[in-house]
């Protein structure tokens, strides 16, 4: 089996810009060589033969793994992740060939907008905090957008198993906004990540009270797996080991100090998007009255009859099943 193929298209320079930097990328990535994908490249024309490119070559039954369309945005400060397309023109400027559409509809007759087929979630894990990439609902009404809409929609007519392959738009901020060095790295780390399922390392702390009941967190109903219920606890960084990203994350989450003495627990879960290695740490008995709530909404304290009242995440779940039917974890010897 051959590595998976990964479509890169990109833009020469528009309008009154001297350059654009999805060029610049695109040079570059055509003499670079991936260990684990094959990246292939395309320089897309700034008018409607380029916006219909792609398309065709999906409706032709072209294969691909991923595609990824980067654009030049003058007005953006950042790397922004398009998680749209519109049915709709609205030409500010003319293209490369003259043409200015300023209203309409992109296809007659099809839907007013798509939504990227990229796993958010996915993303969103691999990008937490960065400051120099988000999400945008506003991909303009130019030629990058037309490119964007007419491959989404021809994906959904696709007959082919390709229906469901990742797509994204991503503009680019100028080189003054953000160096070329730094949107390489990022859209490097997007390529494999269209491809490799991402594998996280996380960290949960098993905490006792009193009367040897265990704590567990309920999720913000703004975040991912919102509601569902979870030990306490986060992402190993990069230079930590388990026991000083447990101390830190729950210092962040409870306010509360805490001394880890071992690793009672590891499993592997396979989410659909990506896996989760989780490493739980007997942390103890701690006071209950210490615990203030930074980042969930509830929290509640489980005997091992009631471990399985609560609903919990699908890669903390198989350890709580096993502890409900041998019984909870000794607590750790002074």
Not at 80 to 86: D, G, P, R, T, V
Not at 216 to 226: F, T
Not at 306 to 319: C, F, G, I, M, S
Request: proline share 4%; net charge negative.
């Amino acid at each position: 089996m051959g590595k998976p193929v990964v479509l890169v298209t990109g833009y020469p320079k528009f309008s009154n810009y001297h350059d654009n930097i999805s060029e610049k990328i695109i040079q570059f990535l055509n003499e670079k060589t991936f260990s684990s994908i094959e990246v292939l490249t395309s320089l897309l024309s700034v008018d409607e033969k380029g916006s219909d490119n792609i398309a065709h070559r999906i409706i032709n039954h072209e294969e691909f793994d991923a595609i990824i369309h980067l654009g030049f945005s003058a007005n953006r400060d950042i790397i922004s992740l398009e998680k749209f397309a519109y049915n709709e023109y609205g030409m500010t400027n003319p293209d490369n060939s003259g043409r200015k559409i300023v209203s309409g509809q992109i296809i007659k007759d099809d839907l007013e907008k798509y939504e990227t087929t990229v796993s958010t979630n996915t993303l969103d894990d691999l990008f937490n905090d960065h400051e120099n990439i988000c999400w945008s609902s506003d991909p303009g009404r130019f030629v990058c957008n037309e490119t964007y809409f007419k491959t989404l929609s021809a994906l959904s007519q696709s007959n082919s198993q390709n229906k469901t392959l990742p797509v994204l738009f991503i503009h680019l901020p100028s080189e003054e906004n953000l160096s070329l060095i730094k949107q390489l790295e990022i859209i490097e780390k997007i390529l494999h990540c269209m491809i490799v399922k991402p594998k996280l390392k996380v960290v949960g702390g098993l905490m006792f009270d009193g009367k040897g009941r265990i704590l567990s967190c309920k999720r913000p109903k703004k975040d991912i797996w919102g509601g569902w219920w979870e030990f306490p606890g986060g992402k190993i960084e990069h230079g930590e080991n388990p026991y000083q990203a447990l101390t830190r994350e729950i210092l962040e989450e409870l306010n509360l100090q805490i001394s880890p003495s071992k690793i009672e627990e590891r499993l592997i879960h396979d989410y659909d998007d990506y896996q989760v290695e989780l490493i739980i740490l007997n942390c103890g008995t701690v006071s209950k009255n210490k615990i203030t709530l930074l980042e969930h909404d509830e929290m509640r304290w489980l005997s091992r009859e009631e471990l399985l009242e609560v609903k919990w995440l699908p890669a903390d779940l198989p350890v709580l099943e096993k502890w409900f039917i041998h019984g909870l974890p000794n607590l750790p010897l002074d």
